[in-house]
């Protein structure tokens, strides 16, 4: 237990003492919101729980995007993770610290994105709602998670942050979390339903909306973890043989 802990210290210390990370990480999407999503859901209360849970999942994937794609690649390259490397413990418990510090950011920015929600709109959902909201969205990061990681393993740190851009905004436009679904143009509209961020957007919906689990977004995200983790183990794999050889 000690052992965990101290990883998870090892993750989460350095990027508390670095704003210029987590600082635009967490108060990113609810400026954005308060920009994009208040104003709708003023105008039309009845889609602000819509709003919010859009808002909510963007927040998260990016989250998982940037605490494990930009944070691995970095440690990739740290006198740290070579240090931790010759230390007879396995992989897990640096995974482990990674997750810990991620699901810390995910609550703060939830919470402050849900806080400006509360303050500024005529918000209806019940603690019930929330809870269940937070609980799929938990659950939906996985995949984003696993992508990250998988970016992590594969691109040095330079590249990291504007990569991870380049994949974080276009896949949010395309999954429907900035605007209704309905109301994308034509070939992007084609392409929504198969993205993994309109999946996560279908099940914070349903969560917010008090409909059943979509299993085929369920399912949707399954496949999309399962191909990531597969495309994370064998760049870790690449990058473990290249720093042996």
């Not at 143009?185 to 008090?210: C, K, N």
């Not at 977004?217 to 990058?239: C, E, F, K, N, P």
């Amino acid at each position: 237990m000690r052992l965990f802990a101290t990883y998870i210290s090892a993750a989460f210390v350095p990027l508390i003492r670095t704003p210029a990370y987590w600082i635009p990480l967490v108060v990113f999407p609810a400026l954005l919101y308060s920009f994009f999503g208040i104003p709708p859901s003023l105008a039309n209360p009845e889609y602000a729980p819509i709003l919010l849970a859009s808002w909510s999942a963007f927040a998260v994937i990016g989250i998982g995007f940037f605490q494990f794609g930009v944070s691995i690649s970095q440690a990739r390259e740290s006198k740290w993770e070579d240090y931790a490397r010759t230390l007879p413990v396995g992989g897990l418990p640096r995974f482990v610290g990674q997750i810990v510090s991620a699901l810390v950011f995910l609550t703060i920015a939830l919470a402050l994105l849900w806080t400006v929600s509360w303050l500024a709109t005529k918000m209806t959902l019940t603690l019930a709602q929330y809870a269940r909201l937070f609980a799929s969205l938990v659950a939906g990061v996985i995949p984003f998670v696993l992508m990250g990681a998988a970016l992590g393993y594969s691109i040095p740190a330079r590249g990291a942050v504007p990569i991870a851009n380049l994949l974080y905004l276009p896949l949010a436009y395309f999954g429907g979390l900035w605007m209704p679904p309905q109301m994308l143009p034509g070939f992007v509209a084609v392409i929504s339903p198969y993205t993994p961020t309109r999946q996560l957007g279908e099940i914070a919906w349903a969560a917010v909306l008090d409909l059943p689990m979509p299993m085929g977004s369920v399912q949707g995200l399954t496949l999309y973890a399962a191909i990531s983790i597969a495309i994370a183990l064998i760049m870790w794999r690449r990058d473990e043989t290249l720093r042996n050889s």
